[in-house]
């Protein structure tokens, strides 16, 4: 089933013209609409479901810079600052706290990478330390377990999954943007090797700037304008309990993690536990994917199901002006993976008695789409001038959306790029260079 998700209302007509359209209504589209429409851009904001009905509302919701890979250091501390400021801007709580997070483990290896992060962290002034056992023990009881430390990230939070991509979206409609729900974008249209207008279900709006911001999609999108985006998809499964006793606002162990929700609630899972099922968009860039796969497969398992031939990872194609596979699945809503659930529960009650008894009020599945090495693209196409990418977040999309937002933001509108864009070029895919798998 969905999460529950904040829903915000359509503007009732498609624009003519705009001039920027951006194509996904996640947590990624909506902060570069917000960002754009701040610059006095005109922006249409189009989702083919409903604002953050997929991953941005099916996350653990951390907003971190702790255990980044280095990469993608400096996005992480602009997007904390942004996710800061957003309340004053829209004048209105998008469910953002600086609450710091607490790691513990009583795995060695897990301790000593935390450890070897440590000089990384100097590097970029993250204010982060290490817990000894029993600092680790006195912030998440090990109730029989035996900690050997763990890691305290102070400036760290956390987000509200629920609500956050629908108010900020709200906050771009505050400077001028529209919103279009049940509103899928078919297709480009391309004059001279140049974007000159989007096709969607509802009519063509007339721009020569797009952000892609598909998510899961983004490949599938871009495939039919002739740009070829590798990604690849994991299933993972989470749940959210009823309002409970609280323990601490954002916990990892091993075994599961929690994340206190404003309700009261927790959002439950269990890190790097996932399917990855074999599909047809799989099976073309397996050889992209070969070095991600060697290194992660041992916490992941390997499935066949729906998505072979439904989803952004399907067979088929369409033309720009037909019935497209977005409107055939507005919500890419997959169950949740019973065992998985299960296991979530039976670890959570185990390592936290208190929650013995606690309530699930709710469950849910979700896609979270990689690149080959865990870094988002954040480029222009090559072959299409005017199409924008902003997608392949691989598991970091929340906490870093504003920051992908806004660097996407500073390339549309060709503005100084506010952090060195060139670690999430496209083209770094097919130039030659090598592929560096990041923390996951």
């Not at 829903?7 to 194509?23: E, G, N």
């Not at 529209?178 to 000159?196: F, P």
């Not at 929690?258 to 899972?269: C, N, Q, V």
């Amino acid at each position: 089933m969905s999460p529950v998700v904040k829903r915000i209302p359509s503007d009732p007509a498609l624009p003519a013209t705009a001039d920027v359209v951006v194509i996904g209504g996640g947590i990624i589209g909506a902060t570069a609409a917000f960002f754009l429409a701040e610059r006095r851009y005109s922006v249409a904001l189009v989702e083919k479901g409903y604002v953050g009905c997929e991953q941005s509302s099916r996350n653990w919701g951390w907003c971190r810079q702790q255990n980044r890979d280095e990469r993608e250091l400096p996005m992480a501390g602009l997007a904390l600052r942004l996710w800061d400021e957003f309340a004053a801007k829209i004048g209105e709580d998008v469910g953002f706290r600086r609450c710091g997070l607490v790691y513990a483990t009583d795995n060695p290896q897990q301790l000593a990478d935390w450890e070897n992060w440590l000089e990384t962290a100097r590097r970029f002034d993250v204010n982060t330390r290490i817990l000894s056992p029993a600092e680790a023990e006195e912030k998440i009881p090990g109730n029989g377990r035996k900690w050997l430390g763990g890691v305290h990230s102070m400036e760290d939070g956390k987000g509200e999954p629920a609500m956050a991509a629908p108010t900020i979206a709200e906050g771009a409609r505050k400077f001028g943007a529209t919103i279009h729900q049940d509103c899928a974008a078919r297709g480009l249209e391309i004059t001279n090797g140049a974007v000159s207008a989007v096709v969607t279900e509802k009519g063509v709006i007339r721009t020569q700037a797009v952000l892609c911001a598909g998510g899961a999609w983004t490949s599938l999108f871009c495939r039919a304008s002739g740009v070829t985006v590798p990604q690849a998809s994991v299933r993972q499964t989470a749940l959210r309990t009823r309002p409970t006793v609280n323990l601490g606002e954002a916990l990892y162990t091993p075994d599961c993690t929690m994340t206190r929700r404003l309700d009261g609630s927790y959002t439950l899972a269990i890190s790097g536990r996932a399917t990855l099922d074999i599909t047809p968009q799989g099976i073309r860039f397996a050889r992209w994917f070969m070095p991600m796969f060697v290194k992660r497969l041992k916490a992941v398992q390997v499935g066949l199901g729906d998505s072979f031939f439904r989803g952004p990872e399907a067979l088929g194609g369409w033309s720009g002006g037909k019935s497209s596979p977005f409107e055939r699945t507005r919500v890419l809503d997959p169950a949740p993976h019973k065992p998985t659930a299960e296991a979530i529960l039976s670890q959570i009650r185990r390592q936290f008695p208190a929650l013995a008894d606690v309530e699930i009020a709710e469950s849910w599945g979700a896609y979270v789409d990689f690149t080959p090495d865990a870094v988002p693209v954040i480029s222009g196409a090559d072959d299409v001038r005017g199409l924008t990418i902003a997608a392949g977040a691989s598991g970091h999309g929340f906490g870093l959306g504003p920051g992908i937002g806004y660097l996407a933001a500073d390339l549309v509108a060709n503005d100084a790029p506010s952090l060195d864009p060139t670690p999430f070029r496209l083209s770094r895919f097919g130039d030659g260079s090598k592929v560096k798998v990041g923390a996951i």
